[in-house]
């Protein structure tokens, strides 16, 4: 009760308080003091106070209920749309040239008068007179560079330098650099001859206007020549041997000119521009010349695109058809023509936009993308001359014995078996793409800086995150090729020694070493581990928490181990089957229902290629008794059927000498690791002795000299009068049907014989499951 009563009276001491403050301005720091008090001693009592003033206004309005706390979804709606902007833009550009060229005739008398106060003798043809002076005499001193700079003085040093084959970029950046230094040394040597000249018929102006004039003269001829020099670098229409791009004289002529030409054009219209900007001269004149000076440019550069657009694609796909190229390089030999001819449209729009609406204007869009497109050229003629130039050493260090006949047959032998490569093979692959990926990567920034100048959005935090994502996948991309063509050069040194068998042939024959086995299943492994790594850097540069990934990982692990048992008893099998080194690729098995060359290796089953065609898959799991027929020797036992009269001993011996005379022989003598012998008499049938000889070999060389041993006893045989056994079968009849013989009685005795035939073929071949190699 007590303190209702306290807040009734600070209520009436406080409303006392505001009247007193309003009628007595007098006491306006006294009335501030005593209402802040009273403010103060409310809040303590857990009083809301409301002051307002005599107009209605709130003086002290609550949290959340001034302007500044307004809903953001509000405020965002309250703003004009991006359309609703692009109108407005559009129509301020017509409203100011509409002002523009009505003001145009007052702002060319302007021009004039300017002009002419400017002009050291008051005439406007002063300007003009020192424009064709000064392009007459660099005409002449461009025709004197040719005549004694370039035939009496470069051409020795040029000419001398010129080879009949260079090749790659190693041989031919050097003479394309030096040449195109040599031009811009004509360049400096016409421009000064003019200047000379000027200088000895009309003296030293004195005036800053005339000056100026033939700076801008003298800097446009020089860039021109300059940029059409850089062009002739680049496709060098007149040695075709050095040119880069993949042009033909024709196209390359014809591009050239165009390139130059246009070049000269562009420069000398905005260095003209730039001279009556800096000139003082009015801005609806400086506006309308460079606006209309830069459309002629534009309509020249589509021509340009329009004239060599199927030759540019051509070079693009490095004279290669469609088919033979990548998406990519297709997608962009269609598309770059469309592209450029709308970027060029578009710089010309946005240049105009500027002039009308005299908004700062930077390097135009046109002249940017030859800018764009200089860099990249450049940035990836000089990264590629430096690889070229060190693997070339590379290669000479590692092997300076080779010559070039020995270079003319790997080549032909990699002809001859060809293979497919992944498009990355070698380090110095790698670093040609990374030199690409690098000369993208700056003409992107080359075009960020004609865009934007100033790139301020660079320095943001979510622009700071994308530069550092794009910096982690690219050096990852870098690491994975590493270890890939690390590795893949591991398993070529491994099995470069190896010859692969012929399709069709026996099998049986020495593998690849555990190493060229092993490495295959380790490869995508180690390829695995840094395609996660690189995921796991960018999601935590990204911010994201990869803890609970991991915890995933191992959840899904146990649930795969206990749902796929047989997969984890096929892996296991595998892993334990690799380790014992129980066979490896290229060998040939038999693991019992299937046999054949080990073909393919993965993590769960391996691949059997059997030598009749078929390919097996088997689960390492499946695997219960494998035979391995490649490792070590081999021991070949061939059986001989001989006539009864045939002597033994003197069989024997000629065995004998014959194994002596092959294992001498250049062709299968080195595979021999035991000679060929008899091994005797082995059984004896109704019609045949058989002798069976013997010989040892290397894995896969037994098939090569079976069928050299056969070629050789048979010849031996018929030398020495060695008869072989024919098979015969004979069929008895009962006595009283040896008169006449039935057609159905000659049919059963035929029959008869040929089931006594298979049946001892299929004696010799080991049954029906027998080898039927």
């Not at 209702?4 to 306006?28: K, N």
């Not at 003091?33 to 106070?49: F, H, K, P, R, Y």
Request: proline share 4%; net charge negative; hydrophobic share 50%.
């Amino acid at each position: 009760m007590l303190q209702v009563l306290y807040r009734f009276l600070l209520c009436g001491l406080l409303s006392f308080t505001l009247t007193a403050h309003a009628g007595a301005q007098e006491s306006d720091a006294a009335g501030a003091d005593a209402l802040a008090q009273a403010i103060e001693q409310a809040a303590e009592s857990g009083v809301s106070v409301v002051v307002v003033d005599s107009s209605g206004q709130l003086l002290n309005a609550p949290p959340g209920t001034g302007p500044e706390d307004e809903d953001p979804a509000t405020e965002l709606m309250e703003q004009p749309s991006m359309l609703m902007k692009a109108q407005s833009k559009v129509g301020a550009f017509r409203a100011e040239l509409n002002s523009r060229l009505e003001a145009l005739p007052y702002s060319i008398f302007e021009m004039q008068y300017i002009l002419r106060q400017t002009s050291p003798d008051g005439r406007i043809m002063t300007y003009v007179e020192v424009l064709g002076w000064s392009v007459l005499f660099l005409l002449i001193g461009r025709w004197l560079s040719t005549e004694i700079y370039g035939k009496r003085f470069a051409k020795r040093f040029v000419v001398a330098r010129i080879r009949a084959n260079p090749e790659g970029y190693e041989e031919k950046m050097p003479f394309l650099v030096y040449r195109f230094l040599m031009g811009i040394g004509g360049t400096v040597f016409a421009m000064i001859f003019a200047a000379l000249i000027s200088y000895l018929i009309f003296g030293s102006s004195g005036d800053p206007s005339i000056e100026f004039t033939a700076t801008a003269i003298y800097t446009a001829f020089f860039l021109a020549r300059t940029v059409s020099d850089l062009w002739r670098m680049v496709l060098s229409p007149f040695l075709a041997q050095y040119r880069i791009p993949v042009f033909s004289d024709r196209d390359a002529k014809r591009l050239y000119i165009w390139a130059a030409l246009l070049a000269t054009y562009d420069i000398s219209s905005v260095l003209f521009a730039t001279w009556v900007g800096d000139f003082g001269l009015n801005y609806n004149v400086y506006a309308m010349v460079y606006g209309v000076l830069a459309l002629a440019g534009l309509i020249g550069n589509l021509l340009m695109v329009l004239v060599n657009g199927r030759a540019i694609s051509n070079a693009i796909r490095a004279g290669r058809v469609p088919e033979d190229c990548s998406w990519l390089v297709r997608v962009l030999a269609v598309a770059w023509a469309p592209v450029l001819m709308a970027y060029m449209a578009f710089g010309w729009l946005k240049l105009a936009f500027d002039l009308v609406l005299e908004n700062d204007v930077s390097i135009p869009l046109m002249a940017g993308s030859y800018f764009v497109l200089t860099t990249i050229l450049i940035v990836y003629g000089a990264i590629n001359y430096f690889i070229e130039r060190y693997f070339r050493r590379s290669r000479l260090v590692e092997a300076p014995e080779e010559t070039d006949a020995e270079e003319a047959a790997e080549a032909e032998e990699a002809e001859a078996l060809p293979a497919v490569k992944h498009p990355i093979s070698t380090y110095e692959d790698l670093a040609r793409r990374v030199a690409g990926i690098l000369a993208f990567v700056v003409g992107a920034y080359s075009l960020v800086i004609v865009w934007n100048p100033e790139a301020s959005w660079t320095e943001t935090t979510s622009a700071e995150r994308v530069i550092d994502v794009t910096v982690i996948l690219f050096i990852g991309y870098i690491v994975y090729h590493l270890f890939r063509i690390w590795i893949d050069s591991k398993i070529d040194e491994e099995v470069g020694d190896v010859q692969p068998g012929e399709l069709g042939d026996e099998g049986g024959a020495g593998g690849a070493s555990r190493l060229a086995t092993l490495l295959p299943l380790f490869r995508g492994a180690i390829l695995a581990v840094v395609l996660v790594s690189i995921v796991l850097i960018v999601l935590l540069e990204l911010g994201i928490n990869v803890s609970p990934l991991f915890a995933g990982a191992g959840v899904v692990g146990l649930a795969v181990g206990f749902g796929s048992q047989t997969l984890v008893r096929d892996i296991f099998s595998g892993a334990f089957f690799l380790v014992d080194d129980a066979f490896r690729k290229g060998e040939y098995i038999d693991i019992g229902d299937v046999k054949g060359t080990v073909e393919k290796i993965s993590v769960r089953s391996f691949q059997l290629r059997h030598h009749l065609g078929a390919l097996h898959t088997i689960p390492f799991g499946e695997i219960k008794v494998l035979t391995n027929y490649s490792r070590d020797w081999v021991m070949m036992k061939l059986p001989l059927r001989v006539t009864y009269d045939t002597d033994v001993e003197k069989v024997r011996k000629l065995i004998k000498k014959l194994g002596q005379r092959l294992m001498d022989d250049p062709v299968v003598g080195h595979t021999f690791i035991q000679p060929l012998k008899s091994q005797g008499v082995i059984e004896m049938q109704d019609s045949a002795m058989i002798i069976r000889v013997k010989f040892m070999t290397k894995p896969g060389d037994q098939w090569i000299v079976r069928k050299r041993v056969y070629q050789e006893i048979r010849e031996l045989f018929a030398r020495e009068g060695v008869k072989f056994a024919h098979r015969e079968v004979t069929v008895r009849l009962a006595p009283d049907q040896e008169g006449e013989v039935t057609p159905k009685q000659k049919e059963a005795a035929v029959g008869a014989v040929q089931a006594a035939i298979d049946e001892d073929l299929l004696e010799e071949m080991g049954g029906p499951g027998g080898d039927d190699r």
